[in-house]
Nanobody, 123 residues
Framework: QVQLVESGGGLVQPGDSLRLSCAASVRTSSSYNMAWFRQAPGKEREFVSAITWSGSTVYTDSVKGRFTISRDNAKNMVHLQMNSLKPEDTAVYYC?????????????????WGQGTQVTVSS
């Protein structure tokens, strides 16, 4: 069982930055692909970004050039640096872990989830 705990959310103004972190309870460096999803009120959970155990990354189009995913395998941490935030980025952000090889964007492809952290972008 893998436990994931997100942190770093908050209330910011448009154009500001936030850095989300996800701490895993077990060593994820050699076995797990990690991802960030988000869910706004009344909407389905949406893929944001993913990173393989070796460091390859993928982003949804709406965050390319603004968000950066990274991982620190020694500390079992995954981060999401979010710059130039927009009101439409407002959502609960979830960290997810996938045991199988390959990068997928569907939530059903992930085995473990954190409890989420709220990000609100508003002036």
């Amino acid at each position: 069982q893998v436990q994931l705990v997100e942190s770093g959310g908050g209330l910011v103004q448009p154009g500001d930055s936030l850095r989300l972190s996800c701490a895993a309870s077990v060593r994820t460096s050699s076995s797990y692909n990690m991802a960030w999803f988000r869910q706004a009120p009344g909407k389905e959970r949406e893929f944001v970004s993913a990173i393989t155990w070796s460091g390859s990354t993928v982003y949804t189009d709406s965050v390319k050039g603004r968000f950066t995913i990274s991982r620190d395998n020694a500390k079992n941490m995954v981060h999401l640096q979010m710059n130039s935030l927009k009101p439409e980025d407002t959502a609960v952000y979830y960290c997810a872990a996938r045991k199988s090889l390959g990068m997928v964007r569907g939530p059903s492809g992930y085995d473990y989830w954190g409890q989420g952290t709220q990000v609100t972008v508003s002036s």
